[in-house]
C-alpha cells in the first residue's frame, strides 16, 4: 500500500517538472531495482510512468535541440524490458494508457536500429498476448452462447486501438513484423497443441497487416508475403475445428486472394481451403456459412482462372447446395440465423458456370443438375400443400422461401446479354424458372413471406431476361395486388416502377388494365388510415402509409416521364382522375417533404405538355385547362410559395422553387393569354401586388432569359411577403 502510494506521489511530481530536471531525477541507478520481478508486478503504473516521462524528455529535447535527447533515450530504452514485462504479465494495468506509450514511442523511430528492432519485436509480442482471447471461455466461443457473444464483443473494441499501434509497426518496420508473424504462424502451426487463443490472434495480426500492404505489394508478395500466403494456404492447425480459428483462417486467406490472382499455381490450394473440412463442410455451421459467403467473393474475383476447376468444384459444392433446403438444415437455421444463410453457394456456383469460357452444353448441363431437384421439390411441396393446406410459419413455407432465395441467388451469375443475346438457350431455362414460381403465387397468394420472395425474383428475372417477361406481367402483377396492405403495396409499386424504366411504353396494355385496381387499392388504404397520430398510433404504421403515399407519387411521376400518361384517360381509369389531380395538387402546395412536393409539381408540368395543345387548340382532357390556369397556377406556384414556410434558404426548397417557375413558362407556352390573363388580373392582385409590379412579370415571363425570371419571380415574392407582413392566409 506505502509502495503504490508512494508510486502515485513519485508520477505526479514528475509530471509536473521541467524536462531537465526530470532528467536529474530518473537516475539510471534507479533502473537496476525494476529487474526484482516482485516489485515490477506490484508498481506497474510506476513502471510505466517512469518509461512516459523518459519518452517526455526525449521528444522535448529534440525539439530543443539539447543535450538531454541522448541521456534520454538511453533511460528509455533501459526501462523497455521492465515495461514489456509489466504489459505482459500484469492485469491491473490501464490499456489506455499502455497503447499511448507504446504509440508514442513508435513514433519517434524512423529508421529502426539493430536494438529497436528487437524492442519491436517485443512490443508485437506485447500486442498479441493482449488481443488474445482467455482460454477460460474458449467452450463459450464454439458455438457462442451469452456469455461468448459478450467475450467477443469486448474483445473486438478492446483491440481497437492495438491494431492501431499495429499498423503504425507494420509502416515503421515492415520487415519486423513480417518475420514476426511468419513465426507466430509457424509455431502454432507446429503446435500439437490445441492452442486456439495463440492461433486466432496470429492470424488477426496477419489479417490486419493486409491493411497495409500496397494493391503492387499485396500482387507480388512483397517482402516475406511470398513465403506467408503459400504457407497459409496449405496449412491446418490442430485447432482448426473451432470456430474462432476457422473464421479468421478464412478471412485471412480471403484478404490475401489478389496474390494468389497473380500467382494462379496457388489456385487448388485456396479451393481445397474453401471446400474442405476448413471451409464450407467445417463442421461448425456459423463455419460453412460464413465460407460460401467468402467462396464467393472468391469466384467473383477469379472467376475466368477458375474455370479449369470447374467440374470439381461443382461436385464439392452440390452436397451443400442439396442441404439448403433441407428440413434439417432448415432446424439449425433456427439457431443461426442472419445474412449468412448459405444461399452464398448457389451464388457462387452460378458466378462461376455464368462464365462464357465454359462451353453452352456444359453449361446447360450444370444448371439442369440444379434446378431439376429443386422443381421436383417445388411440385411435391405443392401437391402436399393443396392436399393439407399451409399456414405461413410452416416448414414448407419455409422450403419454398429457401428455393426462391436459392434460384435468385444462382442468377446472379448471369447478365441479360448473356441470357438473351450470346445464350437464348439458358435463358429459355430460367424463363422455365418463372413458369414454376408463379404456380406457388397463384396457389397461396396470401402468404406474404412467399409473395415478397416471388417479387424479388421477379425484380431480378427484369433485369436478366428483359423482354422475356412480359407474358408472365399480366397474372403476376394481379396475383401481388390481392390483398394488399401498405408494406406490400410498396413493394408492388417498387416492382411496377422498375418495369415502367424498363419497357416503357410497350408497358402501356399491362398498365391500362391494372391501373384501376392499382388507384383503387392505394385510395381505399390511405383514406382508411389517415395516417393516425397521437398516444395510442402505431410509429411504423405511419412510416409505412408514408412510404406508400411517397412511392405512389413517385410511380404516377415515373408513368408520365415514360409517356404512359395516356393511361390515366381510359375508360376505366378516368373515374379516378378528379381525385388523382386533386391529391397532386394538395401535395404540391402542402407537403412537408419538399421533395415530394417537386415530384408533383414535375407531374403537372409534364401532363400540361402531354394534354394541352399550344393556345387555342382542342385539349385531350376537358377541363383539365381549367384546373391548371384557375388552381394548380394560383395554389401552387403563387400562394404555396408566398407562404412564410416556404424557406429560400433551404438547397430542396430552391429546387422546387425552380421547378414551379419553369412550370409557369409551361403554362405560358401551352395556355398562353388564357394563363397570363387569369394570374396577372387575379392571382396577383388578390395578394395586393402593385401594378407595376404584375406587368413586369408578364414582361419577364414572355422573356428567354429563365434565370432572370426565377430571381425576379423570388424578390416579387419576398417584397409581397413584407408587405402583407403575415396578415393574409392564402391557401
Known sequence: MLRSASASCVLAMIKRMEAQLKLNLLDPSVEPHFVRLELVTKLPALIIGYASEALDCYKRSSLQNSDGSALSMELLEESLPSVFYVMQNCEELDSGNMVQFLSDYITTIKMPSQKQAVYIGQILEVIQVQISYDPAYRSNLVVPDKIGKEKEDQMAEHRKDYFTLFRSMCRVAPDVTQLFIRNSIANALSSSEMNVEEAEAALALFYRLGETVSEEGMRSGSGLLCEIVPMLLSAKFSCHSHRLVALAYLETITRYLKYVQENGQYIPNVLAAFLDDRGVHHTNLNVSRRACYLFMRAVKLLKSQLVPYSDSIFQSLLDMLAQYTSSDWMLKDQKCSGFEDGSHAFEAIGLLI?????????????????????????????LNAKAQGLEESSTKVLSLE?????????????????????RPAIGLMFKQTLDVLLQILATFPNIKTLRTKVTSYLHRMVEILGIIVMPYLPMALNQMLLDCEPREMVDFFVLVNQLVCKFGTSLKSILEEIFPTIASRVFMILSRNAFPSGPGSNNEEVRELQELQRISYSFIHIMVTHDLSSVFLTPNSQ?????????????????????VRKTCVQVFVKLIKDWCSKQNGEDKVPGFRTFIIEKFASSCCFYSVLDKSFEFRDANTLVLFGEIVLAQKVMYERLGDEFMLH??????????????????YYQCLQGNDNKAFKAFYQSLVVNLRQQQNGSLVFR
Open 575 to 595: 373515374g379516378y382522375l378528379d381525385a388523382i389531380m386533386q391529391l397532386l395538387l394538395i401535395t404540391s402546395c402542402n407537403h412537408k417533404d419538399v421533395l
Open 402 to 422: 429457401r428455393i426462391i432465395v436459392a434460384l435468385n441467388a444462382l442468377s446472379k451469375g448471369f447478365s441479360e446479354r448473356t441470357l438473351t443475346a450470346s
Open 354 to 382: 455464368g462464365v462464357e469460357e465454359i462451353p453452352l452444353e456444359k453449361q446447360l448441363e450444370y444448371l439442369a443438375a440444379l434446378l431439376k431437384p429443386l422443381y421436383q421439390q417445388i411440385e411435391v411441396l405443392l
Open 679 to 696: 394570374f396577372v388580373s387575379k392571382v396577383l392582385p388578390s395578394a395586393h401586388c402593385p401594378r407595376d409590379l404584375a406587368e413586369q
